[in-house]
């Protein structure tokens, strides 16, 4: 390109310079000149040609390596992908209710169901007191899951739920009466179990007895102790055996033996 250049230069310095050339010469020369002007264009068009092309191989080739970089890549997965990809083929048909229900049956035999308490609807009742008929309000409870029902009078109003077993209390804090349930249980193996609780000196004891069969249905043992007075009533119902536990301060006691008599009646 540069000699191209050169030659144009020399031909218009000799075209200066020899004004004095015949029209013909002078028309020879700037022909050429004509000439060497239209090769530069084609010349600059060849070389943007050559640069695109180049250009466009070298996009060509690249694409093709990364085609088949991330074909590699998807074609090589780690075990994790390929294990995953599997087993949502294999369990792609199965329906999410059949999954819950599987989870729900493991949860069940793993961990059966917690102690809880149901507090249902109030009545109106009567209770003695030193032959005195009383009016008093009476709350029907549920101990879950057993389905053993019963009610409370509201002198023993307030209750608070542990992990296997449920104690309600008067709002002076004077008197309680805790209900729990042993699986599965036998009536004896209970009652001596409670007695080794009941190993304290007492200024009357009173000996294990059977309870009455007018109150409720169910076999049971009570036995009385003070002072202070508590004790406790066990009834065999199916193959558990609920267990009352009662203490109370002898000022309360007045209303407390009646209240007593109400909740084993209202068993069932």
Known sequence: MKHNKDDMQKELRELKTTSSLNPQQKESMKSAIRKHAKKKPKRKKLKQATIW????????????????????????????????????????????????????SNDETTNPKSFSVSEGETENGTIMIEGTEDEGIFTNFTLEPYDIHFQM????????????SVTY?????????????AEDAALDAVVSDLQSQYSGDFSYTEE??????EENPYEGIRQHFSDPPQGYYVYQIGENV???????????????????QSLRESIK
């Open 242 to 260: 609920l267990i009352i536990q009662y203490e109370y301060i002898i000022t309360a006691g007045d209303g407390m033996g009646p209240r007593l």
């Open 208 to 213: 294990p007895s059977e309870t009455s069969q």
């Open 53 to 104: 092309a180049s250009t466009a191989a070298v996009l060509f080739l690249a694409g093709i390596l990364v085609f088949h970089m991330i074909e590699n890549d998807q074609s090589v997965l780690p075990a994790d992908d390929h294990e995953g990809s599997e087993h949502d083929e294999k369990t792609g048909d199965k329906e999410p209710a059949d999954d819950e229900n599987q989870e729900a």
């Open 169 to 181: 209390y008067s709002d002076a804090d004077n008197a309680w009466v805790r209900l729990k349930v």
């Open 153 to 164: 009078e509201e002198f023993l109003g307030n209750y608070d739920v542990a992990e296997d």
